[in-house]
């Protein structure tokens, strides 16, 4: 691979990767964040008695483990840019 400080002139963005990049991760987002509050909503029925018994009984536990979901998905949602940067990079020289 090649290194990216060594090459000389000009940057050119392209903007086709970039694109599909940012269109990719639209719409997976989608699914993740979607995927997260739901489960966050599910795993919070199944476990109301437990969290209930630990001080998040309500809608506190619920909030509880979307936020948590919601915090698996941003870490996924990084790691998929990240890979994706590297799979279509965002600039060229020359």
Known sequence: MRDVASTKGPRRILWQNVSTVVS????????VFGAAFAGGWAVANVFSDFLSFIGLGGSSGVYALQILFFLVGLFVM?????????????????
């Open 24 to 31: 990719a991760a639209i719409l997976i987002s989608a699914e």
């Open 78 to 94: 990084a790691t998929f840019v990240r890979n994706a940067m590297r799979v279509e990079p965002f600039t060229t020289s020359g």
